[in-house]
C-alpha cells in the first residue's frame, strides 16, 4: 500500500517526502480531532472499579 501511495505521488524524493509528511500530519490531525472523540465514549477506560474503603498504606488518610 505504502508503495502504491510513493509512486503515484508527484515530483522527486523531497517533495514526495514532504507530501508524505503532509499526508501524516492531516491523517493524525483527523485522527485526534474526529475519530478518538467520536470514539472514547464507546471505549471503557471510564469504568474505574476503585474499593475505597481502605487507603493505601502511608497515604495521608491512613494517618
Known amino acids: 500500500m505504502y508503495g502504491w501511495i510513493w509512486r503515484h505521488l508527484p515530483g522527486n524524493t523531497w517533495v514526495k517526502a514532504l507530501i508524505s509528511f503532509v499526508l ?3 491523517v493524525v490531525y483527523v485522527l ?3 475519530v478518538f472523540p467520536w470514539a472514547e465514549p464507546l471505549l471503557p477506560f471510564n469504568d474505574v472499579t476503585v474499593n475505597g474503603s481502605a ?3 502511608g497515604s495521608v488518610a491512613a494517618r
Open 32 to 34: 485526534f480531532q474526529y
Open 24 to 26: 501524516v500530519l492531516a
Open 55 to 57: 487507603p493505601w498504606p
